[in-house]
């Protein structure tokens, strides 16, 4: 098995229903308890609100329980989180401590940089978890390339 069948990464939204956030939470550690019986025990996430916040959040509580999990963060650029609310930012930086490796795909904002970091959490995944409702934008990006790159896709918005 390699590195990279014993990858998932996740992309989703930033702006999910609070309401919703419960059972996605449920839905993710569902999931990931099986995933983990099939060896898939790295997780990549981009560090973004919303989607990654969540699934991020869910691998660290798992990983209490199931300490063989490993989340790696990869972000954007060292600012990502500059303009977010301090709320948010604390959060943020709760994750980046509690992460087993934070890669940054780019030092600073450029243009194309979450577009590099969803690629890179693509290239080295062989499963995506997703939570994708609309056909364009950065999610439906990442979850078509990652199709044409053969990864195995759970979409749990459906």
Not at 60 to 85: D, G, M
Not at 95 to 109: C, G, L, M, P, R
Request: contains cysteine; glycine residues 6%; aromatic residues 8%.
């Amino acid at each position: 098995m390699t590195m990279r069948d014993m990858t998932c990464c996740f992309t989703g939204h930033r702006d999910i229903p609070q309401e919703q956030i419960p059972i996605l939470e449920e839905k993710i550690e569902t999931l990931l308890r099986t995933l983990v019986e099939q060896k898939i025990v790295y997780y990549g996430a981009g560090g973004a609100l919303g989607w990654d916040t969540i699934s991020a959040r869910v691998v660290l509580r798992l990983r209490r329980e199931l300490p063989q999990l490993k989340l790696i963060l990869i972000l954007p650029c060292l600012s990502q989180a500059q303009k977010w609310s301090r709320q948010d930012q604390e959060i943020y930086e709760e994750i980046k401590a509690q992460a087993n490796k934070i890669v940054y795909t780019s030092q600073e904002y450029t243009r194309g940089c979450m577009f590099k970091r969803n690629r890179h959490l693509v290239d080295h995944s062989g499963t995506c978890i997703c939570y994708m409702t609309k056909s364009e934008g950065g999610t439906a990006y990442t979850v078509n390339y990652a199709r044409k790159r053969g990864l195995r896709i759970i979409n749990l918005a459906i």
